[in-house]
């Protein structure tokens, strides 16, 4: 488990990172990983000394399986509830109808969910641009679409951490996801340029090899460049 922040963790899983938001009223999941993320999120809370009912929510930036794999299993198994953007019904669902390049995504979806023998959660609130959700001393939701139609972030204000989903991905650079992942590419650019509109202390992807406070610099950089 790393550890962001005294209050901020993270698990990295196959193909992304489970972030742990910790507070006195308990913790926050920020999406839910993917294939064997399971156990590695429940021994995680085990570590932080925490419960399965000190889990409260599980936030989704969408509704792509690498991001909601485990949401149904996280919430029978905690009773936590589930905070999913509007526009990705049916991306959580398994029935989002892909169209040209993105079908190659919809294939290995469909593949994902048959090994995983995936079942959607059942989502709680359906969350739209600006609602403010009372977790970690207040997230703000901010609209990124075309990832996915309904694609979210969430920022804290009093923190100054934005939470990015798959708005980027960070390795030897700040780079966007592949276009056979999104649903409308030169709308999630334009979402890139919204994110660079911030200057947080803290910019966190949900797919990332190193992060640290340089990457305020990086993506603003990025941006310049569009």
């Not at 790393?2 to 489970?18: C, I, M, N, Y």
């Not at 989704?60 to 009773?79: E, P, V």
């Not at 999913?84 to 993105?102: C, F, I, N, T, W």
């Not at 901010?142 to 989903?165: D, E, I």
Request: net charge positive; glycine share 10%; with cysteine.
């Amino acid at each position: 488990m790393k550890q962001l922040r005294p209050d901020l963790f993270a698990v990295r899983g196959w193909l992304g990172w489970t972030h742990f938001l910790v507070s006195d009223e308990g913790v926050v999941l920020l999406d839910s990983g993917f294939i064997g993320d399971f156990p590695r999120i429940q021994r995680a809370i085990e570590v932080l000394g925490r419960k399965p009912d000190d889990v409260k929510a599980i936030l989704l930036t969408h509704g792509h399986l690498d991001h909601t794999a485990n949401a149904s299993r996280l919430q029978a198994w905690s009773g936590a509830k589930i905070y999913a953007p509007v526009g990705d019904e049916l991306h959580v669902e398994g029935r989002y109808p892909y169209q040209g390049v993105a079908r190659v995504c919809g294939a290995l979806e469909w593949l994902g969910r048959w090994l995983l023998q995936y079942r959607p959660p059942r989502v709680d609130t359906w969350i739209h641009d600006g609602d403010e959700l009372p977790f970690w001393g207040g997230l703000q939701v901010v609209s990124l679409p075309g990832h996915t139609n309904g694609h979210v972030g969430f920022y804290s204000p009093t923190k100054l951490v934005f939470f990015v989903g798959d708005a980027f991905a960070l390795s030897f650079r700040v780079a966007f996801p592949p276009g056979f992942l999104n649903t409308d590419t030169p709308r999630m650019r334009e979402s890139f340029k919204k994110v660079a509109s911030y200057s947080p202390d803290l910019f966190v992807p949900a797919h990332y090899f190193t992060m640290n406070k340089r990457t305020v610099a990086r993506v603003h950089a990025r941006a310049q460049k569009m």
